[in-house]
Structures are given as structure tokens and as C-alpha cells.
Nanobody
Framework: VQLVESGGGLVQTGGSLRLSCEAS????????IGWFRQAPGKSREGVAC????????????FAEGRFTISSDSSSDIMKKTVYLEMNALKPEDAGVYFC???????????????????WGKGTQVTVGS
């Protein structure tokens, strides 16, 4: 059972990145899955998720219109890749991005909160000005 992120890196302000999360070892479609991020000195905050029920997508306010969460249509029920396409990146988007599986993803302020059962190790996103 694991989540493995990739795709982070250095990008200039206004640029784009696509993060990937390879989820394996469990029936991914049975769980809500998404992304959190954490900037230095700040709390971890929810960015976006795909709910297991009907595949509904939920975004933090700061992600709306700029970030897109999606997943592949793998035939292997024990493996799935979840993506986070990030456009128009700002310096304040920098941080470590974590893939996460959990429940009760809901808006809180301008971000999301959730009860997380499984975390990935994260991938670093750096946005240069």
C-alpha cells in the first residue's frame, strides 16, 4: 500500500507543472484521493481531491481555475495514477505537495481539510519569480 509522487521541480512564475501520484496496493477507486501541500513554516493544506463517490472533484479556492485533478483509467483496480495539473503558478504555490488518501474532504477557508489515512512522501515544487 503506497502513494508515490513525482513531477515536482523548479518553474518560473506563470509556468505549469504536472504532478503524478502512483497509488498501488489497494482498491484506489474505493477511496477519496487527492493532494495537500505544505509551504515552509506553514500548515499542510488541502489542494484538490477526487471523491470515490461519483468521481466528484473538489478544489481549494486558491486552486480553482488554475489546477486540475484527474486520474487515469487503469484496468488494474489495485493501481491508479492521479494527476495534478498546475497552471499560472505563483510564488505562493511553492512547497511540498503530498498525495493523500482519506475521507471527509471539505472546504475550510480557502483550502480543503480531510481525515487522511495514507500519505505519500511528497514532491517539491519551487516557483521562481
Amino acid at each position: 500500500v503506497q502513494l508515490v509522487e513525482s513531477g515536482g521541480g523548479l518553474v518560473q512564475t506563470g509556468g505549469s507543472l504536472r504532478l503524478s501520484c502512483e497509488a498501488s496496493g489497494f482498491e484506489v477507486d474505493m477511496y477519496d484521493i487527492g493532494w495537500f501541500r505544505q509551504a515552509p513554516g506553514k500548515s499542510r493544506e488541502g489542494v484538490a481531491c477526487i471523491r470515490a463517490r461519483y468521481g466528484v472533484k473538489l478544489y481549494a479556492e486558491f486552486a480553482e481555475g488554475r489546477f486540475t485533478i484527474s486520474s487515469d483509467s487503469s484496468s488494474d483496480i489495485m493501481k491508479k495514477t492521479v494527476y495534478l495539473e498546475m497552471n499560472a503558478l505563483k510564488p505562493e504555490d511553492a512547497g511540498v505537495y503530498f498525495c493523500a488518501v482519506g475521507a471527509a474532504w471539505v472546504p475550510r477557508g480557502n483550502s480543503l481539510t480531510a481525515s487522511i489515512d495514507l500519505w505519500g512522501k511528497g514532491t517539491q515544487v519551487t516557483v521562481g519569480s
